[in-house]
Structure formats: structure tokens, C-alpha cells
């Protein structure tokens, strides 16, 4: 909106609005396909950035059909509501979690083989109906007013509540980016999109710094100005927990992030808790 | 049965019950995920045949939902049954309409395109839990009491009712297989899942005959002993119209098909109409 353009988002009535958001054009989701129609009809948008998304680490077989219902039934019926208008361009986030222990496309949970999936649906939709589209694959991401309850949430939580805390023994690499660096990947992923002839297009996001957690606390302690009491071990690795993130395919070209983790986690560790 | 396995259905209450299944034991689906874990859970599978599915030769906006429901919320929710009870033999059906012109993996349409998700779905499955799997890719198939309005039962009816038959241009190929071959099959992948260390492995059903819609129509009007009166070009070609079936792929090793299209439609001709 700060770049002049105008912006429809179509989102369900009881989501939290993201803040920037004021003065868009919103069109509610209720469950209805009719209502993902009527948006991209009324919106008849440039580019669309599609970022819905159930995300769940491990899943449980009742989630199963909500999971499959957000990430792969309302994913194609947006894109088909897209060709139907001849609305053609899209960027949409996967996940480098889609490539497990170095198999590419060997999902690392049900999660990330759902988005996984949504790319053949994809490359159909490409394939018959012109669609265009760039899928950017996140790994980690932090910043303010983050609702999610990730480890720097808890690792924030701790310090200010002088609190120890239970941490698995801390090995696993994991590869962190500031929201404002994926704000700007996916503007930059925009107008390639909007100008590009191809059909569908994946590349990654990465910091090209990984960190394990334990180095991670430290630089938490070290950015932040406190000093996190860790019980090392305490908790075990998830199931195919992710030790080391996927650093092989291409970077968003274009693109490069350009705030440090220090920089970002000072900021991060002394906001003012948004609870 | 016939060869002395306990077989069990789940099936929705509305289903026809496939012909010589009488006896089976009879689990019904209304919709509920907990119908699908509770026959896994009671009828312990050694094989599960998994050959549930929506198909659409082309689909509407909102028949988008129904689609996935079908071809990937329900097959998701079975393969998690499965793994939750331990019983990791998988046989299911795909398309030879996964690969599009040549395109490997690229959909001819959303369904086929439903069934190549599926398979992302699969291999993630068969990694994270140690699922196996034989999916047999299927062109065209035909033979006794199929209630499909297929082009062959189309042709039957012209042929009895003496009527003239608008058609396409006709020169698109297709690879027919009669049901009874595309029965051994599946019983060559039951045995070789069960007996089978590796993950997802993927065959294809041929008959290695292709002929194009005027030589069917001229192998009926010679096995049948009838004549089709046909308006060829009455009809367009379907949007994305599979000129050609993929040829390529590696066919189920231990099978092959044994009813030739002249005793197959012969017989089929003449069957008592089912309608």
C-alpha cells in the first residue's frame, strides 16, 4: 500500500488483521469456494500472493482434513478462481522442510509434503492454463509481532521471567530471517512474476547463516543483553527433526537479507511482549 | 476370496457392492475419518487396495473441493490408518494421465493431476513411517458390467438401437485393457508389496496395442458383427485431448495382459446391456 498499490485481502472474520493492513479492501472467507470467486473477480488482482496456510510440525489423523482442505483444496480453488479471470500471476510460500535429509521432495513432515503436492497442482494449472507462478521456500522466520510460539518467543519469555528452561541438547542447525528480509523477497518475487514468462518458478530463501541451537542462545544472550538458563537435553528431538536446513537450489534472484541476526534479535528480545 | 483371503470393503452405504464380493466383510464410510481408522483397526490388512476415486474428465469450480476430498483428504487419511496399525502394504491406482504431451509428471487434467499429489503424499509416508506402496498407472480399461458411460458402452447402445453416432475427429489413440487383465495385475502387486522391501515403486498397465478412435471403432464393427454408422468430426476434441498415451514407464514386472480387444469386445458387445 506504502508503493501506491491497491490491496484486497481475502481473509476469514476472525483472523487478526496484519497490522499495515488498515485500509485495505477485505473480502471474508467463510469456507465458501463462491467467496474465493467473487474476491479474485472483484480484486481482479496483478499478483497474487497467496499465503494461507495450516501449519502444523506433527500432525494428528484428525487434523488430516483440515491440513489438506487449507493447503492443497482452498490452494486450488484460489488458483483456479485466478485462471477463471485470467488473473495469472502468483507467488506463494513453500517450505525447505519439502526436502528431507537431503532428498529433494521427500517431505520432512505431512505438512511440508502438502505444499509439496500443491506444486504438481500447480504446474497442471501452468501447463493448461497459463498460470505463472513463484514459489519461495522458506526456512525459519522471526520478528515483530510474531504471534507464534517459536523458540525465540520462549527463549524471550524466559528471560524476562528469569526462568530455566528445558531445551533438547541443542544440535539441530536451523536457518533464521528476519520478516522484513521475506517482506521484501516476496515484493521482489511480485514483480518477477508480473514480468516473467515462465510457468513455475522455485527458489529459496535463506540467510546463508546456519546456526545451531546452542550457538543460537548465545547469540540470544550475547544481542539481547540477557542470559538464558538452559537445561540442555532436558526435552528430546522431535520425529524427523530437521538437523541441518536445505541449502541446495537457488536463492530468489534479486534478493539478498540485509539484517544481521544481532541486529534482529535486540530488537526482537526487548519488544515489548505483544501477548 | 476365491484364492482363501479374508477380504474386507470399506464402502460408503450407497456404493454398488462390486459383483463377487458378496461375503466380504463390509465396513462403511458415511464421511468420517474414524470409519476409515476403525476398518484398518479391525480388518488388519496384510494388502490394502486402494481404489477409491473421484474422477472427472474435466471439472467445475466447485467440484474442486469434492475432487481433493476424494483423491487426497481420504487417501491421506487411509495411509495414516494404515501406519497407525502397522500395516504397510499399499496397492493403488494411478493414470498414465499423469504425464501430459511427453511431460512426465505434468497433469492432462486436475484429476490426474489429484492422483501425481498423491504420490508426493506417498513418498513421504513411506520415509517417515516405512509405508510401501505399488501405484499401477492405468490407461483405458473396459470389460463386463462396468457401469461407466465409456465410449465402448457408447458405441453398444449405438449399435443396438441402430442410431447414427456423433463423434470427434477420431484420431486420437487409446490403450484398452480388459478388466479381468487389470484384476491380475492388482493381484501381481498385492504379492509383490507384500513381499517387497522399497518404498513407492510405480508401474505402468499397457496392452502395447495403441490404436486411434476410427480402428477401435473398426475392431468393434468386426468383433461385434454390427456396424457403426459414425459422424466423424461431429464432435470437437476435448480441451487437453491425450493425443497419444505415454508409452513410457516400466510395466509391472510378472504381468501381462491376455485377452486380446477382438475376444474382449466381442464378448463385451454382446453382453446383456447392465444399464
Same mark, same amino acid.
Given at each position: 500500500m506504502k508503493?501506491?498499490?491497491?490491496?484486497?485481502?481475502?481473509?476469514r472474520p476472525r483472523d487478526r488483521m496484519p497490522p499495515g493492513l488498515e485500509g485495505a479492501k477485505v473480502h471474508n472467507y467463510r469456507g465458501h469456494g463462491q467467496e474465493i470467486l467473487n474476491a479474485v473477480e472483484k480484486a481482479r488482482p496483478e499478483v497474487v500472493y497467496h499465503l494461507a496456510s495450516l501449519f502444523l510440525a506433527?500432525?494428528?489423523?484428525e487434523q488430516i482434513s483440515n491440513l489438506i482442505e487449507s493447503n492443497l483444496s482452498f490452494s486450488t480453488q484460489l488458483v483456479e478462481a485466478m485462471v477463471e479471470n485470467k488473473c495469472l500471476n502468483l507467488v506463494t510460500?513453500?517450505?525447505a522442510w519439502q526436502n528431507f535429509n537431503?532428498?529433494?521432495g521427500t517431505a520432512a513432515n505431512l505438512y511440508a509434503a502438502t505444499k509439496e503436492a500443491f506444486e504438481v497442482i500447480l504446474r497442471y494449472y501452468a501447463d493448461a492454463h497459463g498460470l505463472k507462478a513463484v514459489v @519461495?521456500? $522458506?526456512n525459519d522466520t522471526y520478528g515483530p509481532a510474531d504471534p507464534r510460539?517459536?523458540?525465540l518467543a520462549i527463549l524471550r519469555e524466559a528471560a524476562l521471567k528469569k526462568e530455566s @528452561?528445558? $531445551?533438547s541438547p541443542g544440535e539441530q542447525k536451523i536457518d533464521l530471517l528476519h520478516v522484513n528480509d521475506v517482506i521484501n523477497a516476496f515484493k521482489v518475487a511480485g514483480a518477477r512474476v508480473a514480468k516473467n514468462v515462465a510457468g513455475v518458478e522455485e527458489f529459496y530463501l535463506r540467510s546463508d547463516r546456519t546456526l545451531n541451537i546452542k550457538e543460537l542462545v548465545e547469540v540470544f544472550n550475547k544481542a539481547s543483553g540477557k542470559t538464558i538458563n538452559a537445561r540442555w537435553g532436558d526435552r528430546q528431538y522431535r520425529p524427523r527433526e530437521v538437523m541441518m536446513p536445505w541449502q541446495e537450489g537457488e536463492v530468489l534472484p534479486g534478493w539478498k537479507p540485509e539484517i544481521s541476526l544481532e541486529t534482529g534479535i535486540h530488537e526482537y528480545a526487548n519488544e515489548e511482549s505483544n501477548a
Amino acid at each position: 500500500m506504502k508503493d501506491g498499490h491497491e490491496v484486497h485481502v481475502l481473509v476469514r472474520p476472525r483472523d487478526r488483521m496484519p497490522p499495515g493492513l488498515e485500509g485495505a479492501k477485505v473480502h471474508n472467507y467463510r469456507g465458501h469456494g463462491q467467496e474465493i470467486l467473487n474476491a479474485v473477480e472483484k480484486a481482479r488482482p496483478e499478483v497474487v500472493y497467496h499465503l494461507a496456510s495450516l501449519f502444523l510440525a506433527e500432525h494428528k489423523f484428525e487434523q488430516i482434513s483440515n491440513l489438506i482442505e487449507s493447503n492443497l483444496s482452498f490452494s486450488t480453488q484460489l488458483v483456479e478462481a485466478m485462471v477463471e479471470n485470467k488473473c495469472l500471476n502468483l507467488v506463494t510460500a513453500g517450505t525447505a522442510w519439502q526436502n528431507f535429509n537431503g532428498k529433494k521432495g521427500t517431505a520432512a513432515n505431512l505438512y511440508a509434503a502438502t505444499k509439496e503436492a500443491f506444486e504438481v497442482i500447480l504446474r497442471y494449472y501452468a501447463d493448461a492454463h497459463g498460470l505463472k507462478a513463484v514459489v @519461495l521456500k $522458506l526456512n525459519d522466520t522471526y520478528g515483530p509481532a510474531d504471534p507464534r510460539r517459536k523458540l525465540l518467543a520462549i527463549l524471550r519469555e524466559a528471560a524476562l521471567k528469569k526462568e530455566s @528452561l528445558g $531445551l533438547s541438547p541443542g544440535e539441530q542447525k536451523i536457518d533464521l530471517l528476519h520478516v522484513n528480509d521475506v517482506i521484501n523477497a516476496f515484493k521482489v518475487a511480485g514483480a518477477r512474476v508480473a514480468k516473467n514468462v515462465a510457468g513455475v518458478e522455485e527458489f529459496y530463501l535463506r540467510s546463508d547463516r546456519t546456526l545451531n541451537i546452542k550457538e543460537l542462545v548465545e547469540v540470544f544472550n550475547k544481542a539481547s543483553g540477557k542470559t538464558i538458563n538452559a537445561r540442555w537435553g532436558d526435552r528430546q528431538y522431535r520425529p524427523r527433526e530437521v538437523m541441518m536446513p536445505w541449502q541446495e537450489g537457488e536463492v530468489l534472484p534479486g534478493w539478498k537479507p540485509e539484517i544481521s541476526l544481532e541486529t534482529g534479535i535486540h530488537e526482537y528480545a526487548n519488544e515489548e511482549s505483544n501477548a
